[in-house]
């Protein structure tokens, strides 16, 4: 729920993560995910964010679609005025963090998901663009980060459950006057209710692929997480204030 709301205008964050899949018997972005709220109540940090929510996804479209629209339902109820969907993978090529630029309208699974499907060459939203690209300045954020961490901004999520994930959610982000869902739960858009003039946020998404623990250990990828989060924050409600001196 988004109860205790913040005077200030602020960003508020839904996490996630994924759970085991074929060879990965121990998913870092399961452990980052539930340890990183515990982490942001014992020392909280200086920005106006707060997470509103955390979930750890199986890695199968079945459970996506379960899941994704009553997050992002909720996303929309928010009084905060920039939400953002932030979303964790695990890729074993990487040896960085990897802040993922765009999302590819393709289904294209190297192996079966958990619940045994796999598409291939199948698109993700049928009336959807071919890619999409978060709106957040990930130069910036980017720039920022790599001081302290390995990290790269990528063009490549892959086609499995992260880019099909990532792809929803941007569409989502992109088209966030009204509550779209995932085709699977509510093929047609919500309709505006006549007279609803309450303000919804702004709503970005960012995909982040971390590498596997023996390439980086968990409180390093912690200590990374935190330090993302403060800096999206950072470049949200500095925007803001930019478009408020323009005004």
Known sequence: GCSGMMARPGVSVYLSGFGPFKDVDENPTQTLVRELLPSLERLPLDVPCQIRHSHVFEVSIGHVHETLPSMILSSDSCQDDHVVFLHFGVSSQRSDFGLERYAYNEANFRCPDQRGLQPSGDLIVTTGLPSLASSLPLDDICQALCNDFPVSISTDPGRFLCNYLYYHSLFYSHN?????????????????????????????????HVPPLEVIAMDKQLAFARQLIASLCKHITAKEKEIMIVK
């Open 176 to 208: 966030s006057t009204c509550a779209i869902t995932c085709e699977a739960t509510s093929p047609q858009p919500s309709p505006s209710v006549g007279g609803d003039t309450a303000k919804k946020p702004t709503c970005y998404s960012l995909f982040v």
